[in-house]
């Protein structure tokens, strides 16, 4: 059975091939030949032979292309020539003549073998049918008018037989040609056929008259070529035009993707009948550069367009429209780029796109036996660069709002709907791809950067994030960014061991000091860790783990895994993030205090005020937290003035007893970049009435020295308060005592770390000293926290520290416990000389 289908294919393929069909108008030409000789020829002068068969190739060589794919057929205005050599020579010789002029004008016209026997048929058998038809009608004298019309419906009957023969060769060899085909075979059999007889029939009647006709005939007969190459020309126009009309319909309905680019080329190869077509596109967004190809084998690709350098594209693309290159005209370079693609032309042209490169679009070789490329084509190919160059701008424009959908405007990046994509794609891959590791980055100085120095700032400070997370991620990575300050590291492959790695290695590589809006700007992130499959399955479960994650690393070193205990942490912190203001407002939150003493008299110089929250359900919550959660959900200043109410509210009754002591309040370093925090703190002072002098602000050490503090004025606009700054946590962060110099700064706390060891450690001891000393030098007074032992205390004293504070004086204490600590360890002391106010002194 498989040897009879093979065998029927094979038949099949030869019934189709340009000899099958040639072999087959013989077998119908040469009974009709033999029919035609069986009348014996006409006694005919060798001139007049010669001069009709001159006159049939002059018809002959005047002719019309039907091209269809790879086959090219002829149709004539031969007619008159027809006329002529059926009443003047008879049939044999008409059949002899137009076989050998037809043979000898396409032999010189270099068409295929095949071809050039089966128009020799056709023209044999064309001449039988009308020498039949002109048997059956009556046809006599030309001079006869009966004779005039038997011609014509001769010459019309053999023209139709010869125009369907052609057309059934079409459809034998290529398929169904189509319409067009179809009106370009036999508009001339209705149209220009019967004019041409009519030429022929006043020719003969002419030169019957006289044999001096001919000096009319010659300029009529070249009018009527003339006429017949203009209307074969209107005709491959009309061909040409009704193919753009066609190719841009086709156009216009392909899909906007990679199809429907194959579909354009394709559309430009049937137009032109080419044997192949590229089309290479720049890089667009994500996309690498294309090289779409269609060819008559199938190859997806050859040498040649994809390369810049290339000649013909190099020139292709610096011209204005189409150009075309030929061997028989190309010069070196040219010749070895078609060498190179091993065509003998090529009509090249460039392409617009959006992407500001130019694309390029390249034909080669005319598939058609008989015709080559020309001014026509080029002009079609230029007509049809219009549609192509809309139809590539239409799936670019469609490519950048796909592109738009899925990535971050600003960075370029995915954004959290192509991550949750790809995350779902990964995990869907199979067991072998199933593991991946997903890192959530927060940039840590965003918000403050956004507050002080605008959004420009911030977006300039996310670019350069952004480039730094691509320079040192992992290279199979996919970076990610997700909203506001958050960025995501997709590993895919990786377990969550070699996930954490990677976070920390990310978060060193990343933490360093960027030049951002004219400033130093430290990068910090913090991460969170999550990976699947031990974290989860899908996008949603592992991002939203790796989120909780993210809350819980702010508090454990910059980086943390997802654990499920994290998960009543992060609903421990979303209630009371919920709760935070009306805490503050049924006085949950509150504060403690904490002494200061001076190190030489034990007077109590001042009250450090600490934060503390008693939650009725999760009881007291450290400070650390409380000022973390009022950052994060943007309530800081809230807080902030909270307490400044309280230690303001408790120093003016102290003044209402005539006592002087002043109160400290920490200030957290977004606070800092609070626009209105001065205009509050003024408000504060005046709306309860305390001078300035009685109010210290402590500032961490890394929000002082921060770049954007330094620039801004808000230390010099406190400063202009009357009140005192203090630096907390001094020796922690990244300050020198030359940045100091430059800051309003009246007094450093030394850090507990170097306190609580001085006892025990030289090195520590060493280090206090050298602190005092130089903050001395620049005028500076010194506080000591975390003194806890008498020891401690008399080192600072005999080091010349100005002020101590620590659990040796007393605990932070709430203040119904400080006002009986006050009775119960002071004493009062006269008013110092032009002051109104007196003052507490601790009893030893």
Not at 319 to 341: F, I, K, N, P, T
Not at 771 to 791: P, S, T
Not at 807 to 820: A, G, Q, T
Request: proline share 4%.
């Amino acid at each position: 059975m498989a040897e009879q289908d093979a065998h029927e294919r094979s038949r099949s393929r030869t019934a189709r091939s340009p000899w099958a069909v040639s072999l087959l108008s013989l077998t119908i030409a040469v009974p009709a030949g033999v029919a035609v000789a069986s009348d014996a020829p006409r006694a005919v002068d060798w001139r007049v032979l010669v001069a009709v068969l001159l006159a049939a190739m002059l018809a002959e060589w005047v002719n019309v292309h039907v091209e269809f794919r790879r086959h090219t057929f002829v149709n004539s205005a031969s007619e008159a020539a027809f006329v002529i050599a059926l009443l003047v020579v008879g049939g044999v010789w008409t059949a002899v003549v137009r076989a050998l002029a037809v043979g000898v004008v396409l032999a010189v016209q270099h068409f295929p073998r095949p071809k050039i026997v089966f128009n020799v048929a056709v023209a044999v058998i064309d001449s039988a049918v009308a020498v039949f038809v002109l048997e059956l009608l009556p046809a006599g004298d030309v001079r006869e008018p009966v004779t005039w019309v038997s011609c014509l419906l001769a010459i019309f009957v053999a023209n139709a037989v010869a125009a369907g023969m052609v057309a059934g060769a079409i459809s034998l060899t290529q398929g169904y040609p189509g319409r067009a085909v179809w009106t370009s075979l036999f508009v001339p059999v209705v149209v220009v056929s019967p004019v041409a007889v009519l030429v022929g029939l006043a020719i003969l009647l002419l030169l019957q008259a006289t044999l001096w006709t001919w000096v009319i005939l010659a300029p009529l007969t070249l009018a009527l070529v003339l006429l017949y190459r203009r209307f074969a020309e209107v005709t491959r126009e009309s061909q040409s035009l009704e193919r753009v009309y066609e190719f841009a319909r086709r156009v216009e309905q392909v899909q906007p993707d990679e199809v429907g680019t194959r579909h354009i080329v394709q559309a430009v190869q049937e137009l032109l009948n080419a044997e192949r077509v590229a089309l290479w596109l720049p890089p667009y967004l994500d996309e690498e550069p294309r090289l779409v190809v269609v060819t008559e084998g199938g190859a997806a690709w050859y040498d040649g367009p994809g390369d810049p350098d290339d000649v013909l594209r190099r020139r292709a693309v610096a011209s204005a429209g189409a150009v075309h290159v030929s061997a028989g005209r190309a010069d070196e370079a040219e010749s070895a780029a078609l060498a190179r693609r091993g065509v003998a032309e090529v009509l090249g042209a460039p392409v617009t796109t959006a992407a500001g490169e130019p694309g390029y679009l390249e034909v080669c070789d005319r598939r058609s036996d008989a015709v080559s490329f020309g001014s026509r084509e080029r002009g079609a190919l230029e007509s049809m660069l219009t549609h192509v160059n809309a139809a590539i701008r239409q799936q670019q424009l469609l490519t950048r709002i796909r592109y738009d959908a899925d990535h971050d405007r600003l960075t370029g990046l995915p954004n959290r709907q192509r991550l949750a994509a790809e995350i779902d794609a990964l995990l869907a891959a199979g067991p072998a791809a199933a593991g991946a590791g997903l890192i959530l980055a927060s940039l840590g100085t965003y918000a403050d950067v956004t507050d002080t120095l605008g959004h420009a700032a911030s977006d300039e400070l996310l670019l350069v994030t952004a480039g730094l997370l691509r320079e040192h991620a992992p290279p199979r990575a996919l970076l990610a960014r997700m909203e506001r300050e958050q960025f995501a590291v997709l590993l895919p492959g990786l377990s969550l061991e070699d996930t954490e790695q990677a976070a920390r290695r990310l978060r060193e590589a990343a933490a360093t000091r960027v030049r951002v809006a004219g400033l130093d700007l430290e990068v910090s992130l913090t991460i969170g860790v999550a990976a699947a499959p031990v974290h989860g399955t899908a996008a949603g479960s592992l991002m939203q783990r790796a989120d909780v994650a993210l809350l819980a690393a702010g508090s454990s070193g910059g980086v943390a895994s997802y654990h499920p205990v994290l998960d009543q942490q992060s609903l421990r912190r979303l209630q009371l993030g919920t709760e935070l203001a009306q805490a503050m407002a049924e006085g949950q939150i509150g504060v403690v205090f904490q002494p200061v003493i001076d190190a030489h008299t034990s007077d109590i110089v001042s009250v450090e005020t600490l934060v503390r929250w008693t939650h009725p359900r999760y009881g007291s919550i450290p400070p650390e937290d409380v000022i973390g959660l009022a950052e994060q959900i943007g309530r800081i200043s809230e807080v902030t003035d909270h307490v400044l109410d309280l230690a303001l509210a408790r120093c003016r009754r102290w003044l209402d007893q005539g006592i002087a002591l002043s109160v400290a309040v920490n200030i957290s370093a977004r606070s800092l970049s609070e626009p209105d925090l001065v205009a509050r703190v003024r408000g504060a002072l005046e709306r309860h009435r305390v001078p300035g002098e009685l109010l210290v602000l402590e500032l961490t050490e890394s929000s002082v020295v921060d770049d954007s503090v330094r620039e801004s004025s808000v230390l010099e606009n406190l400063h202009a308060l009357g009140l005192r700054l203090s630096m907390d946590d001094f020796g922690t962060g990244y300050s020198s005592l030359s940045q100091l110099r430059q800051l309003p700064i009246d007094e450093l706390k030394i850090d507990k770390s170097f306190v609580l060891m001085m006892a025990t450690s030289q090195g520590e001891s060493f280090i206090a000293r050298s602190i005092i000393e130089l903050a001395h030098n620049l005028g500076l007074c010194v506080v000591a926290e975390g003194v806890e032992d008498e020891m401690t205390r008399n080192q600072l004293a005999t080091m010349g520290c100005d002020k101590l504070q620590g659990f040796l004086i007393s605990r932070p204490l709430p203040e119904d416990r400080l006002e009986r600590w006050l009775l119960a360890r002071t004493g009062v002391r006269s008013a110092a000389p032009g002051a109104t106010h007196r003052r507490l002194f601790v009893r030893t």
